[in-house]
């Protein structure tokens, strides 16, 4: 089975470095490293020459200088197949694999199904930067998302729980499920879509045990007020598309602050006023 890892960068190189390190000190090597950079030319210096090798496709950010997130993705996963790959495996460049993520991706793979491993979001690192050989004691896995043993396999998980931080799948389902959505572009929505369209087309999410990626911490915003525009923009996309809005956690925030009112004459979430342009 050619394996392929893909993922996005936009900065954050040093996050990249680490992950790029651990799969070079992991049990299963990827046979492909797909480097998707989003208006970052400097991704290809950072982590060229060394392993495992990186080969960087570019795409152009999209209007109003957004993020095309579901368009790398499938540009990442077009480069991949082409190269002959069997399973691909997308990782957040924030994202440290566990040295076993890739061999329990690759053992528990099969066609129909969407393979997701835990996610552990980590603590701010200390002055030297984190140690490979310490993440797995620095935090949990994420409470919100099933835990299964190392050896353990979750099937007919809850597509709503799918998130695109780590997870795999094969050529053969990708082509199923026909990909990322890229009406999508900037925050939010699109790995939601993502896992409808699995799920209406008969694919099953598998949570899988012995599959830990470890998320490097980085600063965050809870609500998420920059991306409000990309929340709203691409809610009503998947309004459309599976009728309901997704991000609701998010959207409730806004609403407390006066930022956001919902229109029930609609079905709408809308800016107000308080928000601004």
């Keep these: 089975m050619r394996l392929a890892v893909i993922t996005l960068v936009s900065g954050r190189h040093r996050h990249l470095l680490l992950q790029q390190d651990a ?3 992991g049990t299963r090597q990827p046979d492909r490293y797909v480097a ?3 208006a970052d030319s400097a991704a290809r210096d950072a982590i060229g020459g060394r392993r495992p090798l990186a080969q960087t496709v570019a795409v152009p950010l999209g209007a109003e200088g957004r993020l095309p997130l579901a368009a790398a993705r499938n540009a990442g996963a077009n480069r991949a197949l082409a190269d002959g790959a069997d399973l691909l495996v997308f990782l957040d460049v924030d994202c440290v694999p566990g040295e076993n993520l890739l061999a329990r991706y690759a053992a528990t793979a099969t066609d129909g199904a969407l393979l997701c491993g835990t996610v552990a979001y980590l603590p701010p ?3 030297e930067g984190y140690r490979l050989a310490t993440l797995p004691t620095l935090a ?3 409470p919100g998302r099933p835990n299964p043993e190392d050896t353990e396999i979750v099937r007919g998980g809850d597509h709503r729980l799918f998130w695109s931080l780590s997870f795999a799948l094969t050529a053969r389902t990708w082509h199923d499920v026909g990909g990322f959505c ?5 925050y939010g929505g699109e790995d939601t879509d993502f896992a409808f369209t699995a799920a209406a087309r008969g694919v099953d999410l598998w949570w899988v045990g012995g599959a830990p990626a470890y998320h490097q911490h980085h600063p965050v915003s809870r609500p998420p007020v920059e991306h409000l525009d990309d929340i709203l923009r ?3 996309v998947f309004k459309r598309r599976w009728g309901t809005w997704p991000m609701q956690g998010w959207l409730r925030e806004f609403e407390e602050r006066g930022l956001v ?3 029930r004459r609609t079905g709408s ?3 107000t006023p308080a928000a601004g342009r």
């Design 261 to 263: 009112a919902y229109e």
């Design 36 to 38: 998707v950079t989003m």
């Design 125 to 127: 690192p200390p002055p």
């Design 23 to 25: 799969l070079a000190a």
């Design 234 to 236: 691409n809610g009503a």
């Design 140 to 142: 949990p896995p994420h």
């Design 182 to 186: 890229e009406e999508y572009a900037g």
């Design 269 to 271: 979430w809308l800016k």
